[in-house]
């Protein structure tokens, strides 16, 4: 393998491989290698995940749509929410430009990304992790890399992204501060639905379903061959108070539910409880002489946004098309990412706090006070969207 990269990917994930992507539609010749340190297909269980419709646009960006269409995911209708009332609330995807969402095997679609990226000429070397501190001299980079099966090697590259997920380990070791704004974590489920399902109830299948409660919200959807994953997103520390990690206590608020528990009366569980970070940060800052950070290396968003998949995309793009004027020697490429992402988190901020100003009928709960004075009234413009997850 070769030793010298133009473009040095940390991290495989979506947001990795559409910069891959990206960059070697536009600069033809490029050496991109993307290093991803798990060594096999990550496992099917995985919290489920929802592609809004507006996620076409991206993708087609990457010259993708098509092959995206072939793959065959569900389709979601849209959304439905108990939030704020007792009464559910639709919110219709049909009206969309792009017509319907998606729900998506995460596992799968993360290793179609990747071999669309190696289709367009990058190289994936699983296995691999950085060691030590990268060191960034006279515009390159060396690093470090040691592979599972012990081989090491010693790179350079012109550009780094730090693509490595909510742990920014590239960013950190750039002594890069990471601000958090929540303790939110998904305590989820995986069930299979059995052959006496309700047809009423596998219809909802095509739908995603908030409910809030106390602790937080409930979210369910359909996966593929007749999977469902359900999940309670509370507070990490709420969750330890209140025991909600035991599998009892964890049914017991399931059943307690108005609506989502209906989705799981004929399924038959899959998993153990397992537990995922889903709260909100954000890097100090996003990008710094010959390096980039992309998706949730960059920031995260509350799974309620339903926008993790399409901001890894969008990240994708817009790291590609910094990187491509850098390289050219184009002045003011990396103050324009910083400035995109961040208003692009100033406005995801904006939109939280609204949402979760909606629901007032829990607002003495510990969960739903720290959300509701969390920022100054006069940042939040008056809106009357309901949840989009």
């Excluded at 495989?12 to 960059?23: D, P, Q, R, V």
């Excluded at 798990?38 to 087609?60: D, H, K, V, W």
């Excluded at 961040?342 to 979760?356: D, G, I, L, P, W």
């Amino acid at each position: 393998m070769r030793q010298c990269f133009d473009v040095i990917i940390i991290g495989a994930g979506i947001a990795g491989c559409a910069t891959a992507i990206a960059l070697l539609q536009q600069l033809s010749g490029l050496s991109v290698l993307l290093l991803e340190r798990r060594s096999s297909t990550p496992s099917s269980f995985r919290i489920g995940e929802t592609l809004p419709p507006q996620a076409m646009a991206p993708l087609q960006q990457l010259g993708l749509q098509e092959q995206f269409r072939m793959r065959g995911d569900i389709a979601s209708l849209g959304n439905r929410a108990i939030w704020g009332s007792p009464q559910i609330s639709e919110n219709l995807f049909l009206y969309s430009y792009y017509g319907h969402g998606w729900h998506i095997d995460r596992a799968s679609f993360d290793s179609w990304m990747a071999q669309q990226a190696e289709q367009a000429g990058a190289i994936i070397l699983n296995g691999a992790a950085v060691t030590g501190i990268p060191v960034y001299d006279q515009q390159c980079w060396h690093l470090n890399i040691q592979q599972n099966n012990n081989t090491a090697h010693n790179l350079e590259a012109s550009i780094v992204v730090d693509a490595s997920g909510a742990g920014a380990s590239f960013s950190r070791n750039r002594n890069v501060h990471i601000e958090s704004f929540d303790k939110l974590i998904g305590i989820f489920r995986h069930y299979q639905t059995t052959d006496n399902t309700d047809s009423t109830v596998k219809d909802t299948d095509s739908y995603t379903l908030v409910e809030s409660c106390s602790y937080g919200w409930w979210y369910s959807a359909g996966l593929p061959h007749g999977r469902r994953v359900v999940a309670l997103m509370t507070d990490s520390d709420l969750a330890r108070n209140a025991n909600l990690l035991n599998e009892t206590v964890w049914r017991d608020v399931l059943i307690n539910t108005h609506h989502t528990n209906q989705r799981f009366v004929h399924a038959e569980s899959l998993s153990a409880l397992q537990v995922k970070p889903a709260h909100s940060q954000r890097l100090e800052q996003f990008c710094g002489p010959g390096w980039y950070a992309a998706g949730d290396a960059a920031s995260t968003f509350d799974p309620l946004s339903s926008l993790g998949m399409y901001k890894a995309l969008r990240h994708g793009l817009l790291a590609a098309y910094a990187i491509r004027d850098d390289l050219l020697n184009k002045p003011g490429a990396s103050e324009k990412y910083q400035h995109v992402l961040n208003a692009e988190f100033k406005h995801y901020q904006h939109m939280h706090r609204q949402y979760y100003r909606l629901e007032q009928r829990f607002s003495n709960a510990p969960f739903w006070q720290r959300r509701q004075r969390h920022m100054p009234e006069e940042r939040f413009p008056e809106t009357r969207s309901l949840p989009t997850t």
